[in-house]
């Protein structure tokens, strides 16, 4: 592009418009892919899943199939030891999520038990009732003008809490019809994962024979990159959990908090859930200590939470942009992108955008 006299570009250096050029033509080229994958990625999850399964699981079965060319006694085929892995896969899953649902199952119970406990059920009923008494000795001495704007509260309150009690019920109900199609696309998954894991070489080679070398080197690269990235994403995440959840645990123990470990464990687990946090489960707390007659330990929850949401923060700043190799500077944004309405979305387009031009300019 020629500059013109009496144009703005006179002012401004032929690199910096040729590099202009370049990001308009890579982020227009980035938005249609994303827009595709984004919509594409709802019907084709257990196909991913699967294919990802099945890249994870190719190195086994290669090596199985390596040492079992040097056995005499047994001749196994490609697609029985595809199917061999993928059973085990199945198995381990399900043993693991039945370990967890026992654990909860297991955990829950105690909980409601100490919960319908006489003793327990007394001191709350007791806290409750010095609680209402406190505020109604307040009451009688407030401006009846007061004392109506406080009723308007609690009704308010009241209404507020009646609505969410009835999206919860709608959400459950959603959840429970839900079972069927979530069941339909586990099923999906492992048949997909069995041929994935069967036919994973000439997938592969398929793709390869689609690109030229130069495409070759640019793919490696990219997935080098990407590698990287979710590799760095997960365990940053996993060590943020495993910190929240031993801070937590010393709060509850201090806050003298029953089960303070597996609740712990939840709560880091939640806090790394968009829109619930670890306030979920230090509120609920906070609130059951304070009518419960311990003030002390809800002040203490209360001060632990701030600590708590402190801490995510700061790792979540340093701690992900150190591992997935970005500034801190671009974490930041994007985590405000994810509290603005784009939402988690707008902040996955921002960094992947800016990690795919950083490995292709």
């Not at 370049?22 to 980035?30: A, C, D, G, H, S």
């Not at 490609?78 to 693991?96: E, H, K, Y």
């Not at 406990?117 to 001495?141: K, Y």
């Not at 974490?331 to 387009?349: N, R, S, V, W």
């Amino acid at each position: 592009m020629d500059l013109k006299k009496g144009s703005i570009f006179e002012y401004i250096s032929q690199d910096f418009i040729n590099g202009a050029k370049k990001v308009v033509k890579f982020l227009i080229i980035y938005t249609l892919g994303f827009i595709f994958l984004a919509v594409s990625l709802k019907y084709a999850f257990p196909f991913v899943i699967a294919f990802i399964i099945a890249i994870s699981l190719k190195p086994i079965k290669n090596k199985i199939l390596e040492l079992n060319k040097k056995s005499k006694k047994f001749k196994l085929s490609n697609g029985f030891v595809s199917f061999l892995l993928t059973i085990t896969i199945v198995i381990l899953m399900l043993s693991a999520l039945g370990a967890v649902l026992y654990e909860i199952i297991l955990q829950t119970g105690k909980l409601l038990e100490y919960l319908t406990n006489p003793s327990t059920v007394e001191g709350i009923i007791n806290g409750i009732d010095s609680f209402v008494n406190s505020i109604l000795a307040g009451l009688n001495n407030l401006d009846p003008s007061v004392v109506e704007k406080i009723n308007e509260g609690i009704m308010t309150i009241v209404k507020v809490v009646s609505g969410f009690v009835t999206t919860l019920g709608r959400k459950m109900l959603s959840f429970a019809g839900s079972i069927p199609g979530a069941l339909i696309t586990v099923l999906v998954t492992l048949i997909s994962t069995y041929f994935f894991t069967k036919e994973i070489e000439n997938i592969q080679r398929g793709v390869k024979n689609i690109f030229s070398e130069k495409g070759h080197k640019l793919f490696s690269t990219v997935k080098g990159k990407m590698n990287s990235v979710f590799g760095g994403y997960i365990k940053a995440y996993l060590l943020i959990m495993m910190v929240i959840a031993f801070i937590s645990f010393i709060i509850f123990t201090l806050a003298k908090v029953s089960y303070a470990l597996p609740i712990a464990i939840i709560t880091a687990v939640l806090d790394f859930l968009p829109l619930i946090g670890a306030g979920l489960v230090y509120g609920i707390l906070a609130i059951t200590m304070y009518i419960s007659g311990s003030k002390t330990a809800a002040i203490i929850l209360l001060i632990g939470y701030v600590i708590v949401a402190l801490v995510r923060q700061l790792l979540e700043q340093n701690l992900v942009a150190s591992f997935i190799g970005v500034h801190p500077l671009v974490m930041i944004i994007g985590l405000f992108i994810a509290i603005t309405p784009l939402g988690f979305a707008g902040m996955f387009y921002f960094i992947g955008a800016f990690l795919l031009y950083q490995t292709v300019k």
